[in-house]
């Protein structure tokens, strides 16, 4: 059965939150010297991955929002820390019909997949999965720059179920 897709909605100053953090990161970056964690997925035009800190800033909280939880716009690294306060973590895609993808290194949670549209100021919540719900041999893939698992989106639980098993309304 289709699970049904959420957009949330961003206005101008949640867009300007996520540039100036987005910013931020990235001269925290410039700083230390901090390596990307998969370094053969950084792209030759955008060296400190600038694009994909500010789509993780903006899909990480249009989630939270969706959750009714704080989000706190954390620059530093984030890679011991999951995404929302409520132990969620976000992946994100340009692609309508883009995979929830879950790698080897990633730390049980519950992974919701965020598909910004067109203007960034609309953000799609496809639905979640268990980590360890994706780690099935039928999603993992060897084909990709970084072996991972690839969840399609007909795979992916409803976010409303996610959101009865925190008992949020």
């Known amino acids: 059965m289709p699970i049904r897709k959420y957009v949330i909605e961003l206005d101008a100053t949640d867009i300007e939150n996520c540039v100036e953090a987005t910013n931020e990161r990235v001269e925290l970056i410039k700083q230390n010297k901090y ?22 800033f903006i899909t990480e909280l249009a989630t939270a929002r969706y959750f009714g939880v704080t989000y706190n716009f954390d620059i530093g690294p984030d890679g011991k820390r999951p995404d929302l306060v409520n132990g ?5 895609t ?10 080897t290194s ?10 910004p549209l067109e203007s960034d100021h609309q953000i799609m919540l496809a639905g979640w999965r268990d980590l360890i719900d994706c780690r099935l041999e039928k999603f993992w893939r060897k084909d990709a720059l970084e072996p991972a698992w690839f969840v399609p ?15 949020l309304p």
């Open 94 to 103: 340009r692609h309508l019909n883009g995979c929830l993808i879950a790698y």
């Open 106 to 115: 990633d730390k049980p949670a519950p992974f919701v997949l965020a598909i």
């Open 35 to 56: 390596q990307h964690r998969f370094n053969t997925l950084i792209k030759k035009d955008d060296p400190l991955n600038r694009k994909g800190h500010y789509q993780a």
């Open 88 to 92: 969620c973590q976000v992946r994100s």
């Open 153 to 167: 989106q007909k795979d992916l639980h409803d976010m409303v179920s996610l959101k009865a098993r925190f008992m």
